[in-house]
C-alpha cells in the first residue's frame, strides 16, 4: 500500500528557511513522478515543484524559483523541499504527491497525481 507522509512544516518569520521531508512507504520514489503542492483555502492546490520519472528534471513554479529546492534521498526514500527566504505569502498547506505517468513535459497538474500525503502546515509570519 502507498503512504506518503510528510513533515517538517511550522512557524518560521519572513526571510526564514525550512525544510520539509515526505517519507513514502509501498513503493519507490524513483519509479514516479514526484511533485510538492500547495493549497490555501478558497484557492486552487498550486505545484510548487515535479520531477518527472523518466528524465529526472525539475521544474519550479514562478513563485518559488529560486528560493525552493527540491532533493530527494534515494536510501531513504523521502524527497525534500528546502524552502528559503519563504514570504508570508508562502504560507499555506503544503502536500507531496506522486504520478504514474512517464509523460515529458513533468505532469504538474494536480489531477495528473495518483497519490498524496495529508500534508504540513507552513506558516511565515511577517
Known amino acids: 500500500e502507498v503512504h506518503l507522509v510528510e513533515s517538517g512544516g511550522g512557524t518560521v518569520q519572513a526571510g526564514g528557511s525550512l525544510r520539509l521531508s515526505c517519507a513514502a512507504s509501498?513503493?519507490?520514489?524513483?519509479?514516479?513522478?514526484r511533485g510538492w503542492f500547495r493549497q490555501v483555502p478558497v484557492k486552487a492546490r498550486e505545484a510548487i515543484s515535479c520531477?518527472?520519472?523518466?528524465?529526472?528534471?525539475?521544474t519550479y513554479g514562478d513563485s518559488v524559483k529560486g528560493r525552493f529546492t527540491m532533493s530527494s534521498d534515494d536510501a531513504e526514500n523521502t524527497v525534500y523541499l528546502q524552502m528559503n527566504r519563504l514570504k508570508p505569502e508562502d504560507t499555506a498547506v503544503y502536500y507531496c504527491a506522486v504520478s504514474r505517468l512517464t509523460i515529458v513535459p513533468i505532469p504538474t497538474s494536480p489531477a495528473s497525481y495518483d497519490y498524496w500525503g495529508r500534508g504540513t502546515q507552513v506558516t511565515v509570519s511577517s
Open positions: 520531477v518527472g520519472s523518466s528524465d529526472g528534471s525539475t
Open positions: 509501498g513503493f519507490l520514489f524513483d519509479d514516479y513522478a
